[in-house]
């Protein structure tokens, strides 16, 4: 186990957290598992305003380990923790792993040979596989937690390719954050208010100034805690509301006027009927009925702000 700070670090990781004293405990003890002495790697722990513990477990964590370093980012928010940790970072790629979540045991080794591997990607996620307290409930089922791509070490496909990864298993350029400005504060959790968007705004910047630099590592796996409250019907529905919310976004984002929002509305309405058929057939769950017709209202929404108050998504964005 190293106990000295790598003196070149290639890559560096940050773990963001608020109020998540045993969570994080866990996920730097799963990555700590994975440390060894001459490996080229250091990891930075944001502390974004928590009320509880969690700085003192931090700074425990680095007194005993050289190879972390313990931060606090005062702007609340899950865009400003972060990018507190990747200015902080001396690494030439930057990883991102969230705080509920624990690295498989080779996640470190898959993302080393990542980057040996994945050329002139700017952008390289794994996937993502939740650990339930409860199971889901009836409108969804365990594979709406799972997040996966390809099969392969490879390239996203071009269809995904401008939404890129899910944030919590992610790893960027560090000059790639930096040309861009890292992540966009007004978007991402902040505190215990639920939104998101921030990884999208980022890479949907960066595919269109640099096309489809992404990489899919499937050994580069994390384990994402979905406790009780996000298996509840209520809140699986503010989620798809809020999906909904960042669907309008990628529309916009990517030219898209009223008539782009008028036809996502019938587009979306065609497609709830589709699916009801198909779960009243039992060829499906009830969830893509449900979310289609979230997308449509929503677009409706955006539509009514366009035509009527000449308002972008962008300037309500925290209409949620």
Request: glycine content about 10%; proline content about 4%; charged content about 20%.
């Amino acid at each position: 186990m190293t106990e000295t700070q790598p003196i070149n670090p290639v890559l560096s990781v940050v773990i963001c957290t608020y109020n998540r004293r045993d969570f994080v405990d866990k996920a730097i003890s799963a990555f700590d598992a994975q440390m060894a002495e001459d490996l080229p790697v250091e990891l930075i722990v944001v502390n974004n305003n928590s009320s509880d513990d969690t700085q003192d477990l931090i700074e425990e964590w680095a007194d005993k380990r050289g190879y972390i370093s313990a931060r606090i980012e005062t702007e609340q928010g899950l865009s400003a923790a972060r990018n507190n940790g990747w200015k902080a970072a001396r690494g030439r790629y930057v990883g991102f792993l969230d705080d509920d979540a624990t690295a498989d045991k080779d996640w470190l080794s898959a993302a080393l040979e990542a980057l040996q591997n994945c050329g002139e990607a700017l952008i390289i996620g794994g996937p993502i596989y939740p650990v339930f307290e409860d199971s889901p409930p009836w409108i969804v089922g365990k594979d709406h937690y799972i997040r996966t791509w390809s099969v392969a070490d490879a390239p996203l496909e071009e269809k995904d390719a401008k939404g890129g990864f899910f944030g919590g298993n992610m790893i960027i350029r560090r000059d790639t954050l930096a040309e861009f400005g890292g992540f966009d504060p007004n978007y991402g959790m902040k505190g215990d208010k639920v939104w998101g968007a921030e990884e999208y705004v980022l890479f949907n910047a960066i595919h269109d100034t640099y096309g489809n630099r992404t990489w899919y590592a499937p050994r580069m796996a994390i384990h994402h805690f979905e406790g009780r409250i996000k298996t509840s019907v209520s809140y699986i529905l503010k989620r798809g509301w809020i999906a909904s919310q960042i669907h309008c976004l990628k529309l916009e984002q990517d030219g898209g006027g009223w008539y782009r929002f008028a036809g996502g509305v019938k587009s979306h309405t065609v497609l709830a009927f589709k699916n009801m058929y198909r779960w009243i057939t039992g060829k499906s769950g009830p969830w893509p009925m449900i979310s289609c017709t979230l997308h449509a209202l929503c677009l409706f929404y955006c539509l009514i702000f366009y035509v009527i108050w000449g308002r972008s998504i962008s300037d309500s964005h925290n209409f949620n």
